[in-house]
Nanobody, 121 residues
């Protein structure tokens, strides 16, 4: 199994910035993709951004131009730079890894525990 440890969440005022980090550790042969999802109270958990091991990215429309996802494949770490934060960005942010434990294993999803991001108006 993989362990995902998120950090960087907190309380910030509207217009401010935060940088989230997620480091994966454990028995990992390769990671196909890592991403960030978020879930606000009473709402579905939605994709924020994802990046593949090859560097391709995808963003939710609501964060395009404000958030940037990046990764360090050697460290199995993904980052989310969040700028121009809005109150509607308030949510628990979850790190996700799509990985395989061994070369012969199928890819599976694994989730971190989540980190709270609160943006005040």
């Amino acid at each position: 199994q993989v362990q995902l440890v998120e950090s960087g969440g907190g309380l910030v005022q509207a217009g401010g910035s935060l940088r989230l980090s997620c480091a994966a550790s454990g028995t990992i042969f390769s990671i196909g993709a890592m991403g960030w999802y978020r879930q606000a109270p009473g709402k579905q958990r939605d994709l924020v951004a994802v990046i593949t091991s090859g560097g391709s990215t995808n963003y939710a429309d609501s964060v395009k131009g404000r958030f940037t996802i990046s990764r360090d494949n050697a460290k199995n770490t993904v980052y989310l730079q969040m700028n121009s934060l809005k109150p509607e960005d308030t949510a628990v942010y979850y790190c996700n890894a799509y990985y395989r434990r061994y070369s012969y294993s199928p890819y599976v999803d694994y989730w971190g525990q989540g980190t709270q991001v609160t943006v005040s108006s």
